[in-house]
């Protein structure tokens, strides 16, 4: 079993930044992605950016688009995410997933990932 262990979260400002960072507990796959989703209050579980491990390539929800970088460190088994410019309506329980999927635009309307970390709140007062 993997774990995904965040840091990062909490309070910001409407315009305000913060960097999450997931870390893997351990590698389980040959090749995978990592990436992020959100969850507003009364909303649908949304994707938000994803990176191939390789860092090769990255893929981002058109909503975070010029906002939000992923990226990863591949020594330390970690996946960041800075966000910028962060808006009210972006408040949301951010989750780190981990998946085989490679093919990180079809992430966008992946419903289930094979690895999920617990979700970190992430509020923005307006």
């Known amino acids: 079993q993997v774990q995904l262990v965040y840091s990062g979260g909490g309070l910001v400002q409407t315009g305000g930044s913060f960097r999450l960072s997931c870390a893997a507990s351990r590698r389980t796959f040959s090749a995978y992605a990592m990436g992020w989703f959100r969850r507003a209050p009364g909303k649908e579980r949304e994707f938000v950016a994803a990176?191939?491990?390789?860092?090769?390539?990255?893929y981002y929800a058109d909503s975070v688009k010029g906002r939000f970088t992923i990226s990863r460190d591949y020594a330390k088994n970690t996946v960041c995410l800075q966000m910028n410019s962060l808006k009210p309506e972006e408040t949301a329980v951010y989750y780190c997933?981990?998946?085989?999927?490679?093919?990180?635009?079809?992430?966008?309307?992946?419903?289930?990932?094979?690895?999920w970390g617990q979700g970190t709140q992430v509020t923005v007062s307006s």
């Open positions: 997933a981990e998946d085989r999927q490679i093919l990180i635009r079809l992430w966008v309307s992946m419903v289930e990932c094979d690895y």
């Open positions: 990176i191939e491990w390789t860092g090769a390539s990255t």
